[in-house]
């Protein structure tokens, strides 16, 4: 645009100079002149007139007016271009007047991944209670609504945790904007139907059936506590000290969450009977949720106890597989072999002979101690030439601690969301992903392992960094419902179904 505008200048003023040269005879300019060629009375009368008081031609003015004027205009845009590049730049000098920054947005889409996701499992969750009182049918539009909701924060998670492998989440805006637009479509599905959703259940106006039922669930789930407390010391004598880590708090999570619902449920009753619609309703939907993760933390040691005795039945033929590889590989070198291998032989043989010491030592992990064999088959079928059968019995072998460690990490997030944070959630989010496939392969499982464990790992540092928010909160189970998600943070009111938008609708301190 600069060398456009030196160009224009230098030929409009080249013209300038070269105007007073041209004209006829060396004498009169060369419009003077034709207009004198002209035999009409009239013509040259006309002439007469368009020449000043001095002989000059008013139309030889035409031409360096116009010269004036573009270069004046041309001066005002050049100003007006820098006057804007100095507000838009985004050099250290500045950044654009209005946008965001880089690290700043950055900082915002984690937030919106937090809060959509939030947005996602309560819907979850309180459509599983309508469906419920109201069958499938019934639910199918936010049904449907819930599952759009879902892809669009998977998509959403998979562009974050691949800006997070690469590590250009604070530089790629692009890729950050493409995130926000996710999340922004996943929590308009859900606003959009929160109205429906409501005039569904009709809280306000029931005061006989939705009640029933979270007293009956309720009764139920209390039932289970202990059965619960049961397995949890079975596990505890039976298998070593990490095999029970991942429902750590378990029960007393669940305890708590069970008074919390045993309140509201009292409460809704009488602001139901005092003809209070909304608040009853709320307190109906606090108890709701607080039942939910009840079940879901006394499920996840019904779970874990099946896993563990999954794990013991399967580890006596992984270590004979791994003995029969280790066979194998110290005869003659097979095709294929790569480099390395006396020092992968060690490696397994090592290993082999731990895992045989903690078996007959006494209690042991056997998630861990198979997580660890079918890793050390892995190390060996790479270095050697194996069939594919071999690699199909070691993904078998993988996928069981996989699974539980997936497993485990979901409930813990589920049940602590107020203090989880987007990181966690994202390695969640890949490692779900990378299991939902009908087919997988071997690094598949082994990957989804990894960062299900790194998951929970950063989820608990979220919460010990959260710290224990029960003394901020009036109210026996209300700090465990913050950090839950049943509750909004300040105990404002319940978490519902909806998008950011509409998911605190409820959300009114009661009195």
């Not at 019934?138 to 998670?157: C, D, H, I, K, Q």
Request: include cysteine.
């Amino acid at each position: 645009m600069r060398v456009a505008h030196a160009a224009l200048g230098g030929l409009m003023a080249v013209g300038w100079l070269v105007l007073p040269l041209v004209t006829e005879d060396g004498g009169a300019p060369l419009t003077a002149a034709r207009n004198a060629q002209g035999t009409d009375g009239v013509v040259a009368q006309e002439t007469a007139v368009a020449d000043g008081p001095d002989g000059t031609a008013t139309g030889d003015l035409v031409l360096p007016l116009v010269a004036v004027g573009t270069a004046a205009a041309l001066g005002a845009y050049g100003y007006a271009r820098r006057k804007q590049r100095a507000r838009t730049r985004t050099t250290p000098g500045g950044h654009p007047a209005g946008l965001t920054s880089v690290p700043e947005l950055d900082r915002q889409i984690r937030s919106l991944l937090v809060d959509t996701d939030d947005c996602v499992r309560t819907s979850a969750e309180e459509l599983d209670c309508a469906r419920t009182q109201f069958g499938d049918a019934a639910v199918e539009p936010y049904t449907g609504a819930l599952a759009g909701a879902r892809s669009e924060l998977a998509a959403a998670f998979g562009l974050r945790q691949l800006l997070d492998e690469t590590g250009r989440g604070a530089e790629d805006r692009g890729t950050l904007e493409e995130i926000r637009s996710h999340c922004g479509d996943a929590g308009r599905r859900l606003d959009a139907e929160a109205a429906g959703f409501d005039q569904l259940r009709g809280l306000e106006h029931d005061t006989a059936t939705a009640p029933r039922l979270a007293e009956t669930r309720f009764r139920a789930v209390a039932a289970r506590t202990p059965a619960m407390e049961t397995t949890l010391g079975e596990l505890r004598k039976r298998y070593g000290r990490s095999a029970s880590a991942p429902v750590t708090g378990h029960r007393e999570h669940t305890k708590e969450r069970l008074v919390f619902a045993t309140i509201r449920l009292n409460l809704a009753r009488q602001c139901a009977d005092r003809g209070k619609g909304g608040k009853a309703a709320a307190f109906l939907r606090a108890a709701e949720g607080a039942l939910g993760q009840a079940a879901l933390l006394i499920d996840g040691v019904d779970r874990l106890a099946r896993e563990l005795g999954s794990a013991e039945r399967r580890l006596p033929a992984a270590l004979d597989a791994l003995e029969d590889d280790l066979a194998e590989a110290r005869g003659p070198r097979a095709d294929g072999a790569v480099g390395g291998l006396p020092v992968r032989v060690a490696h397994a043989e090592a290993l082999l002979t731990d895992v045989r010491r903690e078996i007959t030592a006494g209690p042991y992990d056997p998630l861990d101690a198979l997580r660890r064999v079918a890793e050390a088959g892995v190390v060996l079928a790479e270095a050697c030439a194996v069939p594919g059968e071999r690699f199909r019995a070691l993904r078998d072998d993988a996928l069981l601690p996989a699974r539980a460690a997936v497993g485990a990490a979901a409930d813990f997030v589920a049940t602590n969301r107020g203090a989880v944070g987007c990181a966690a959630r994202t390695r969640l989010a890949a490692a779900e992903q990378l299991l939902t496939a009908g087919a997988f392969a071997l690094a598949e499982v082994r990957r989804a392992d990894a960062l299900a464990r790194e998951a929970r790992d950063l989820a608990e540092r979220d919460v010990r960094t959260h710290g224990n928010p029960a003394g901020g909160y009036e109210g026996a189970g209300v700090g465990g419902a913050v950090l839950g998600g049943v509750l909004l943070p300040g105990a404002a009111g319940p978490a519902c179904f909806g998008g950011p938008r509409t998911r605190g609708r409820r959300a009114v301190r009661p009195d």
